[in-house]
């Protein structure tokens, strides 16, 4: 499945951001093109099911939709 796919490149995106850092993630910013294949709500219950009971399930996401661009892009990652 395309979804699940991305997101599991998300997650290892996000576990390389945080070695880096050394410090949690709390918010990440997502921009999704409007003629994109992927809605805000299918991407955040995609989500949902596949970080559910990881570290990573209470994730804020803030999405973004542009005309534009990337089908999906993480714009901004914010750290506790």
Known sequence: MHET???????KYL???????????KKIHVTL??????TAQHFLEHFKEV???T???????????VK???EFEITKINFK
């Open 15 to 25: 576990k390389n951001e945080e070695s880096k850092t050394r410090r949690k993630i």
């Open 33 to 38: 093109s409007e003629f994109g294949a992927i």
């Open 51 to 53: 970080t559910s009971g």
């Open 55 to 65: 570290k990573w399930s209470g994730l804020t996401i803030v999405i973004k939709k």
């Open 5 to 11: 796919h991305l997101i599991d490149n998300i997650l």
């Open 68 to 70: 534009y661009g990337p």
